[in-house]
């Protein structure tokens, strides 16, 4: 996969894209990322990506004209831009489908803004765009490296463990069970038994179950929106009477 990010800030990447799983990928060449500054491509001497707004009113834009030079440089440069995401309040609620649609992506492109917002002719080579939540962050740096992570680490190759991804909360619409490791008991708290029975079956079984639980006491929410089996229809009234 092919991530190019613009950004005036380019050095707030530098840590969340060189350590953890996000680096490895890019180490092991299964994600390649490049970061423009847009600020290069201003064409005033004082450098300035800022402008007041026409027709008044408080904060200042982002100027079109910068933005559109530096996603025509990364264009030529690539042979095209792929999905360019704009990060922003009034985009779609980023949630796992979306990181799961993004992963099966050749090439992003995340457009960071900052100041009061964009010029809005900047829209017109927008793809996509894609808000973290009902909240305000200073600008969109933070919010596309969310993007990429949830993103990146659904890549083939990127986890050690080819099943983690798949077991991942939110990845069947549902939280993720409770998970236990060693000791089996600790200052009186235990595993549950069905964990050591070495029975996957009902193990299995059990997982589906305490993940529906879970999801039904934190997030009922959730639990609407999906498509229940059968099995899963039954243990949810068994639950609702608990």
């Keep these: 996969m092919k991530i190019d990010i613009l950004s005036l800030f380019p050095e707030m990447f530098t840590g969340p ?6 680096g490895k990928a890019i180490e092991n060449k299964i994600v390649d990322v490049d970061i ?26 982002l100027q079109v004209q910068p933005l559109f030079d530096a996603l025509d440089a ?11 995401i704009l990060v922003d309040p009034a985009g779609r609620k980023f949630n796992q489908k979306i990181a799961k649609e993004l992963s099966m992506k050749k090439h992003l492109t995340f457009i960071c803004g900052h100041y009061e917002g964009y010029d809005d002719r900047i829209r017109t080579r927008v793809t996509d765009e894609i808000s973290l939540g009902d909240y ?15 993103a990146v ?20 619409g ?3 069970y409770p998970q236990y ?8 708290l235990k595993v549950p038994d069905i964990l050591l029975s070495g029975n996957h079956q009902k193990i299995d079984e059990w997982r ?24 899963q229809k039954k243990w949810l009234q068994d639950l609702k009477k608990m």
Excluded: C, W
């Excluded at 894209?17 to 996000?22: E, G, P, T």
């Excluded at 423009?36 to 834009?61: F, S």
């Excluded at 179950?209 to 009922?220: A, F, G, N, V």
């Design 136 to 150: 305000i962050l200073t600008g969109g740096e933070l919010a596309a490296m969310v993007i990429i992570d949830a």
């Design 74 to 84: 990364i264009e030529e440069k690539n042979q095209g831009l792929g999905s360019v």
């Design 17 to 22: 894209l060189n350590q953890s799983i996000v």
């Design 174 to 176: 549902l939280l993720e």
């Design 181 to 188: 490791t060693r000791p089996s008991e600790y200052r009186g």
């Design 208 to 231: 589906q179950r305490e993940s529906l639980k879970r999801t039904l006491e934190r997030r009922p929410d959730l639990v609407k929106k999906i498509e229940l089996s059968d099995k």
């Design 153 to 172: 680490r659904l890549l083939p190759g990127t986890l050690g463990n080819n099943e983690s991804a798949p077991g991942d909360s939110f990845s069947d």
């Design 36 to 61: 423009t500054n847009y600020r290069d491509y201003t064409q005033n001497r004082q450098h300035h990506v800022d402008d007041y707004p026409y027709g008044g009113g408080a904060g200042m834009l």
